[in-house]
């Protein structure tokens, strides 16, 4: 199984500030690797797939990057509906799908 | 627009039964693979489950293995998940989502979810 792991576990963030969040994995993914957002009471929303590729609809305040083992999802100015919790996930290893344990975005 | 509705979750006994049902709409259904992934109270997400478009090759995490089934029925749009011999560990959020497929082979990742159902687990 590839292990996910995310930094940090919180991160607080002044709206109008850069977040960037990191996701490590245990063995290359190569670059199938997403990104979710999920709000409360809410599902998981897809945001980054391919390490990079915005889905559709996403801001371009999101972005993501890297490749092999180390990944990271920035958000580039923080809006108010931008305070989440963040998930990376590998589908390199698919079906074995892990996530990682999120990051939770709270304002400061 | 693609919606994925969930339905079937509620409380049960330790060692009880339920099957989850998953009404998907606005895309071909029969052409995507889907997926089960669940999320227990404050926790994260744990992928369930998995079922290619035809329902002919389907997938479990261990965790689940030989106690869940996943199955579908392309005629009627909708995904499903019989759960038997359930355990305090397998109460959560229980999601189905719509797998893309990535350069035509690989399983990727989930582009739409729908809003879960509660499965409880407590006697």
């Known amino acids: 199984e590839i292990v996910m792991t995310q930094s940090p576990a919180t991160l607080s963030v002044s709206p109008g500030e850069r977040a960037t969040l990191s996701c490590r994995a245990s063995?290359?993914?190569?670059?199938?690797l997403a990104w979710y957002q999920q709000k409360p009471g809410q599902a998981p929303r897809l945001l980054i797939y391919?390490?990079?590729t915005r889905a559709t609809g996403i801001p371009a305040r999101f972005s993501g990057s890297g490749s092999g083992t180390e990944f990271t999802l920035t958000i580039s100015s923080l809006q108010s509906e931008d305070f989440a919790v963040y998930y990376c996930?590998?589908?390199?290893?698919?079906?074995?799908?892990?996530f990682g344990q999120g990051t939770k975005v709270e304002i400061k | 627009e693609v919606q994925l509705l969930e339905s079937g979750g509620g409380l049960v006994q330790p060692g009880g039964s339920l099957r989850l049902s998953c009404a998907a709409s606005?895309?071909?259904?029969?052409?995507?693979?889907m997926s089960w992934v669940r999320q227990a109270p404050g926790k994260g997400l744990e992928w369930v489950s998995a079922?290619?478009?035809?329902?002919?090759?389907?997938y479990y995490a261990d965790s689940v293995k030989g106690r869940f089934t996943i199955s579908r029925d392309n005629s009627k749009n909708t995904l499903y998940l019989q759960m038997n011999s359930l355990r305090a560990e397998d109460t959560a959020v229980y999601y189905c989502?719509?797998?893309?497929?990535?350069?035509?082979?690989?399983?990727?990742?989930?582009?739409?979810w729908g809003q879960g159902t509660l499965v409880t687990v407590s006697s």
């Open positions: 996930q590998q589908y390199n290893n698919w079906p074995l799908w892990t």
């Open positions: 606005g895309f071909t259904f029969s052409s995507y693979a």
């Open positions: 079922i290619s478009g035809s329902g002919g090759s389907t």
């Open positions: 391919g390490a990079s």
């Open positions: 063995q290359s993914v190569s670059s199938n």
């Open positions: 989502a719509k797998v893309q497929l990535v350069q035509g082979v690989i399983l990727g990742y989930f582009d739409y």
